[in-house]
């Protein structure tokens, strides 16, 4: 097992994040430091896609590219080590703590022991190499809005864009949503999501596309759809993601930057979708939209 790192700051982390996917592939994982803002965004690989030496400068350049395009990745450290397995599973642990989600969730590793309170839902989550805990602000506000956006005893359907570890999905289901869809990409995260779904026995349908290409199961229209996507993905496909939306259907949007939501917020107007709630966490930005 090998550990690719790039540690950065909050300017450069959705920078920093796309440059090690596009490098190394599997969805990176974000550690943040909340006593030093220091962002540590981390690839774990069973292989290195080329020499380690090789890997390294192509990094340096990305993150030199990165500067020229006006973002600051400081202090672009980067790290490339063989990591045992064990020592792998052993930092998971230190990173990953039970989340409750207002009484109705509990998201927890595979290896906690805290106990549910009476009425709680269970989402027992092993990320392996995705991204996806519910530490992180975007994550988080998703989950919330999961649980405010379900109505006790109506059917609601649900869609997740970009599933990463299948958390969202799984919460969905878990909270009754049903039909619950979900679909990402890359491989490595599907794969992952159908361990999740498995081992939390819940029924998701779920399937590899983007959002330009969407596999079979977004051929339909939900009432809740979550797209966890960068700025550059909203915009250019925010009508495609508008029509997968039941008539006053929920659109909850993350991993946007503070100052990059306005655009996505008048991009969204022009496509009928109001903003009904947003929440500001660091340089974090979210939001829940209605179709009207």
């Given at each position: 097992?090998?550990?690719?790192?790039?540690?950065?700051?909050?300017?450069?982390?959705?920078?920093?994040?796309?440059?090690?996917?596009?490098?190394?592939?599997?969805?990176?994982?974000?550690?943040?430091?909340?006593?030093?803002?220091?962002?540590?965004?981390?690839?774990?690989?069973?292989?290195?896609?080329?020499?380690?030496?090789?890997?390294?400068?192509?990094?340096?350049?990305?993150?030199?590219?990165?500067?020229?395009?006006?973002?600051?990745?400081?202090?672009?450290?980067?790290?490339?080590?063989?990591?045992?397995?064990?020592?792998?599973?052993?930092?998971?642990?230190?990173?990953?703590?039970?989340?409750?989600?207002?009484?109705?969730?509990?998201?927890?590793?595979?290896?906690?022991?805290?106990?549910?309170?009476?009425?709680?839902?269970?989402?027992?989550?092993?990320?392996?190499?995705?991204?996806?805990?519910?530490?992180?602000?975007?994550?988080?506000?998703?989950?919330?809005?999961?649980?405010?956006?379900?109505?006790?005893?109506?059917?609601?359907?649900?869609?997740?864009?970009?599933?990463?570890?299948?958390?969202?999905?799984?919460?969905?289901?878990?909270?009754?949503?049903?039909?619950?869809?979900?679909?990402?990409c890359?491989?490595?995260?599907?794969?992952?999501?159908?361990?999740?779904?498995?081992?939390?026995?819940?029924?998701?349908?779920?399937?590899?596309?983007?959002?330009?290409?969407?596999?079979?199961?977004?051929?339909r229209?939900?009432?809740?759809?979550?797209?966890?996507?960068?700025?550059?993905?909203?915009?250019?496909?925010?009508?495609?993601?508008?029509?997968?939306?039941?008539?006053?259907?929920?659109?909850?949007?993350a991993g946007?930057?503070?100052?990059?939501?306005?655009?996505?917020?008048?991009?969204?107007?022009?496509?009928?979708?109001?903003?009904?709630?947003?929440?500001?966490?660091?340089e974090?930005k979210?939001?829940?939209?209605?179709?009207?």
């Amino acid at each position: 097992m090998w550990q690719v790192s790039i540690l950065t700051g909050a300017e450069g982390e959705e920078a920093v994040a796309q440059l090690l996917e596009r490098t190394v592939h599997p969805p990176p994982s974000v550690f943040r430091n909340e006593r030093t803002a220091a962002v540590a965004v981390t690839s774990y690989v069973k292989r290195l896609p080329r020499t380690r030496r090789a890997l390294a400068a192509e990094l340096k350049e990305g993150l030199a590219r990165l500067r020229q395009f006006g973002l600051d990745p400081r202090p672009a450290r980067i790290t490339i080590k063989r990591l045992p397995r064990k020592n792998w599973a052993q930092s998971w642990k230190r990173h990953f703590r039970p989340i409750d989600i207002g009484g109705k969730l509990l998201v927890k590793p595979g290896w906690s022991r805290r106990r549910a309170r009476p009425g709680q839902r269970v989402v027992i989550l092993d990320p392996g190499l995705s991204f996806g805990t519910g530490h992180h602000p975007t994550t988080l506000f998703c989950l919330e809005q999961r649980a405010r956006c379900r109505r006790p005893g109506a059917r609601q359907s649900f869609l997740d864009i970009g599933t990463g570890s299948g958390i969202l999905a799984i919460a969905a289901a878990k909270l009754g949503y049903d039909p619950v869809a979900a679909f990402d990409c890359d491989p490595e995260a599907v794969r992952v999501s159908r361990q999740n779904l498995r081992r939390n026995r819940v029924r998701v349908r779920l399937g590899r596309g983007d959002v330009a290409r969407a596999p079979r199961l977004a051929r339909r229209r939900y009432d809740v759809v979550c797209a966890n996507l960068t700025c550059e993905l909203l915009l250019a496909q925010a009508n495609p993601i508008r029509r997968l939306l039941n008539p006053a259907g929920k659109l909850v949007v993350a991993g946007v930057l503070g100052r990059e939501f306005q655009k996505i917020r008048k991009k969204f107007d022009r496509c009928h979708l109001t903003l009904e709630k947003s929440r500001v966490d660091k340089e974090w930005k979210s939001g829940r939209f209605a179709l009207v």
